[in-house]
């Protein structure tokens, strides 16, 4: 059994060129289906490319030091 780290990814501003293609090929989709998807921004389809574009392109998010791991509750 292996340890599984997750991080936060965040996409850069601009994706290089080329990007589109690369996630289609790796989703197994049509290029113009990924842009088709951007258009509308929201779906299924959509959700799947920003994950994707996220995993291939994203730099990690540090968390803030003064942010709470666990949100506490009040009672």
């Known amino acids: 059994m ?4 997750i991080l936060n990814l965040e996409l850069p501003p601009t994706l290089p060129h080329g990007w589109k293609g690369k996630v289609a090929e790796t ?3 049509h ?9 509308t921004g929201n779906g299924i389809t959509y959700n799947r490319i920003m994950a994707t574009a996220k995993q291939m392109y994203g730099t990690p998010v540090k968390p803030k030091e ?5 949100p506490r509750c009040h009672i």
């Open 27 to 29: 989703l197994h989709l």
């Open 66 to 70: 003064n942010e709470e791991k666990e």
């Open 31 to 39: 290029k113009n289906t990924v842009t088709n998807a951007l258009k």
């Open 2 to 5: 292996s340890n599984t780290l």
